[in-house]
């Protein structure tokens, strides 16, 4: 997407509130990268969230709570999201945002290495509705795999940064990142247990429905 055309679609579709608006600001201040999704990606999630009529929500990547706030925006009251976060300072300026956004009571943490975490949620048979994910690109291809094992029939996955700035469209960039996001990529493409597409805004955003 052109940059005029992606602040026309944010100047014209998607709202952010002053908590939104302030998460950059705070990452800045605390030394945390810059890598929350953009609006119209938050705003996307909210969207396909609500339409999937989604309860449970699984996020795996925090940050500081910016997509986890959309996410948690589109449920009903009786709502919840599971946020998967590798550490507990992010984890807890995320739900430092979520209080202000009085949305502090529809989501959990679980804080630590995200592999061991979708084990321990595979163990206690959860199941969701919505998955989003958002973490180190390297393993993508194990999320993605978990989120299958972990989504009820007819669930939404959701995969951002898959462009990765379009290295992936660059056959030369061969580094462990960009190589299994291709591969991620194929695979939601191919694999017979979902229908998917993938969408050209932010830094491309997968969108998967669970057969």
Same mark, same amino acid.
């Given at each position: ?33 810059? !890598? ?15 339409? =999937?009529?989604?309860?449970? @929500? *699984? ?16 449920? %009903? ?19 430092? /945002?979520?209080?202000?956004?009085? *949305? ?6 679980? @804080? ?6 979708? =084990? ?10 919505? !998955? ?24 939404? !996955?959701?995969?951002? /940064? ?9 056959? =030369? ?11 991620? /990529? ?5 694999? %017979?247990?979902?229908?998917? !597409? ?11 429905? @669970?057969?």
């Amino acid at each position: 997407m052109l940059v005029q055309e992606k602040e026309y679609v944010r100047s014209l579709f998607v709202q952010e509130d002053e908590v939104l608006k302030g998460i950059a600001a705070g990452l800045a201040e605390r030394d945390m990268p810059q !890598i929350s999704v953009p609006p119209e990606v938050g705003k996307t999630l909210y969207l396909l969230t609500k339409i =999937s009529g989604a309860k449970k @929500v *699984l996020e795996i990547g925090t940050l500081g709570g910016y997509s986890t706030i959309w996410l948690a925006r589109a449920l %009903p009251e009786d709502g919840k999201v599971v946020s998967l976060e590798l550490k507990q300072k992010h984890a807890d300026f995320a739900m430092e /945002n979520l209080t202000k956004a009085g *949305l502090d009571t529809r989501v959990s943490f679980m @804080v630590g290495d995200a592999a061991d975490s979708l =084990s321990q949620l595979t163990q206690r048979n959860e199941r969701f509705q919505f !998955i989003f994910i958002d973490a180190d690109k390297m393993n993508y291809l194990h999320y993605l795999e978990k989120a299958i094992e972990l989504a009820e029939p007819g669930a939404i !996955i959701a995969a951002d /940064n898959l462009f990765m700035g379009g290295k992936i469209l660059d056959e =030369s960039y061969q580094g462990p990142s960009p190589v299994a996001v291709r591969e991620f /990529n194929r695979r939601i493409a191919t694999d %017979p247990r979902l229908e998917s !597409i993938l969408l050209t805004i932010g830094d491309g955003l997968g969108i998967c429905r @669970v057969k």
